[in-house]
């Protein structure tokens, strides 16, 4: 499935016992300013789920922290495991990072199990 700008509902974890499924079975990563939980499926799209609590801030916060993690699903669809369920939790200082060090500290994503 090609992604564009938008993030439609079928490239997202929708409900809590996707996300629980997700944290049970999958393979846990843990990077400075993110714990990510990675289950491969058998067929489907590559779905994200993101958890950010208020640890990482206020509302603002929160949403540019989501903001960006979407646009790395995004731009990195094509090189993410196929047919995976991601769920990324963000840690506190997850809103200090700009693109390209969230990029350099999910870049763990892209080398499991490429297409």
């Known amino acids: ?15 809590r016992r996707e996300y629980l499924r997700v944290r049970e079975t999958g393979k846990k990563i843990h990077t400075p300013h993110f714990l990510v939980y990675i289950m491969v499926r058998g067929d ?15 509302a603002v916060v929160r949403n ?10 995004r731009q990195n669809i094509s090189c993410l495991p196929a047919h995976a369920d991601i769920s990324v939790i963000a840690k506190r200082g ?12 999910l870049d763990c994503l892209r080398r499991i199990n490429h297409r």
């Open 94 to 105: 997850a809103h200090l990072l700009d693109y390209r060090r969230a990029c350099s500290e």
């Open 64 to 73: 540019r922290v989501k903001r960006l993690l979407r646009e790395f699903f």
């Open 1 to 15: 499935m090609q992604c564009t700008g938008t993030f439609p509902p079928e490239l997202r974890l929708r409900n």
């Open 44 to 58: 489907g799209p590559t779905r994200l789920g993101i958890t950010c609590s208020r640890k990482v801030g206020g």
